[in-house]
């Protein structure tokens, strides 16, 4: 389909089920990055993922411009955070239930790692991600769609609406930043 997202969205908003799919395989990697880099687990991501689209289906007459579609899509996904916290808050406090257990078994069963690596990749990770979390936004975007998402350069460029060269020199200055960042991390964790 080559129409342009604005046509998508008015398309969407009268009922168009294949136009709202298409608006889904333009902008999935998009929300599932920006989910991951709230939550840092990519299977809440992907829960998130599928609640912000199945919200966004079931509310897409409230975008009144169609050129807003994303910036709105964005804040459908900031709810479903929230209120993903929110229910998470509320199991914690009704005592987690058998869901917790089952958890727990999971974690005993993974006989891949030892503790202790386990936890040195769950370390990192965490670092990796504070440090993504705290880059100026233009190079946050680029380099979550990239290296989180896997996005191609062309699939990046469109959604960011960006040219080949700025995409390439973002991602090299945020690349240079976050590798900074990181090496800063890692001393002040030494010392």
């Known amino acids: 389909m080559s129409d342009s997202d604005e046509a998508l969205v008015i398309k969407s908003r009268g009922g168009d089920r294949a136009a709202f799919e298409e ?13 991951y880099l709230e939550t840092g687990d990519s299977h809440r991501a992907e829960d998130l993922v599928q609640d912000t689209f199945l919200i966004a289906w079931r509310s897409i007459r409230q975008v009144k411009e169609a050129s807003g579609f994303r910036p709105w899509l964005m804040s459908v996904l900031h709810s479903a955070v929230i209120d993903s916290v929110r229910r998470e808050s509320r199991k914690k406090r009704g005592g987690g239930g058998r869901g917790a257990d089952a958890e727990a078994m999971l974690r005993l069963a993974d006989g891949g790692s030892t503790p202790p690596e386990s936890a040195e990749r769950s370390e990192e990770r965490a670092r990796a991600l504070s440090v993504l979390r705290s880059l100026p936004e233009e190079y946050r975007q680029v380099l979550m769609l990239r290296y989180l ?10 959604q960011l609406a960006l040219s080949n060269g700025s995409l390439r020199g973002l991602l090299h200055r945020g690349l240079a930043m976050l590798r900074s960042q990181m090496e800063a991390k890692t001393c002040e964790k030494m010392s």
């Open 149 to 158: 998402a896997g996005a191609d350069y062309e699939t990046i460029a469109r």
């Open 23 to 35: 608006l889904v395989r333009r902008t999935a990697r998009l929300v599932y990055t920006r989910a």
